[in-house]
């Protein structure tokens, strides 16, 4: 079955230092959103990527989506305290409406 | 939010007792989920439904089942639970449409002794 995996698992870095996460699916997607999950809390819909090849950016947030549509990537210039949580992709294959998630990425900001 | 209600938020059982688990929403959105949370595991779909008496089974199904009876309501039942079913539970809603987004319930925590 479709299978979609984050690396790195967890990352601690001081603030204003950048951070990336990486999404690779084992299957092409249709698309690719992109969710945070604060500290005790729920997970909640950034965004969504659906062409090949596509880039999106959120303020300090830059979000990619692979030319084969089987990876992805978000970058966050200059974390910020509020950048902690954890961050997960998530796709769906084909014409499946199984949302599948990545196994997400905790990040750590240090003031 | 959106309009979408899990019960309970917290449940402690023992070891071979059903347990049956609750999502409720008020958006009349097609599609439901169900995903279990664990450390290192990201989140992993348990089942989901397409619509009112139609599911399908995710990637850790064993063990649990699901109805959907009514639009606005989803359930899942652990028949017998296990300790391995110690976990954090979150429902999602997505609307019909093949790139809407997922809103997510607060969450249950579950732990079986």
């Known amino acids: 079955g479709q299978q979609v995996m984050q690396i790195p698992q967890y990352q601690h870095v001081q603030e204003g230092e950048d951070f990336t996460t990486y999404c690779n699916s084992s299957t092409t997607l249709s698309n690719i959103q992109w969710y945070k999950q604060r500290p005790g809390g729920h997970p909640v819909f950034l965004i969504q990527l659906v062409k090949s090849g596509e880039v999106k950016k959120q303020k300090r947030l830059t979000f990619q989506f692979g030319e084969a549509k089987k990876n992805s990537s978000l970058h966050i210039t200059a974390t910020q305290t509020t950048d902690v949580g954890t961050y997960f992709c998530a796709g769906r294959g084909g014409a499946t409406n199984k949302l599948i998630f990545g196994t997400g990425t905790l990040l750590a900001v240090q003031p | 939010d959106a309009g979408i209600t899990q019960s309970p938020r917290h449940k402690v059982t023992e070891t071979g007792t059903p347990v049956t688990l609750r999502c409720h929403q008020t958006?009349?959105?097609?599609?439901m989920y169900w995903y279990r949370q664990d450390p290192g595991h990201g989140l992993r779909l348990i089942h989901y439904?397409?619509?009112?008496?139609?599911?399908d089974k995710g990637e850790v199904s064993d063990g649990y089942s699901v109805s959907r009876s009514k639009t606005e309501d989803f359930l899942l039942t652990l028949e017998s639970a296990t300790s391995s079913q110690t976990s954090v539970y979150f429902c999602?809603?997505?609307?019909?449409?093949?790139?809407?987004?997922?809103?997510f319930g607060q969450g249950t925590r579950l732990t079986v002794v």
């Open positions: 999602a809603i997505r609307p019909t449409g093949d790139n809407t987004e997922a809103f």
């Open positions: 958006e009349n959105h097609r599609y």
């Open positions: 439904s397409y619509g009112v008496k139609d599911t």
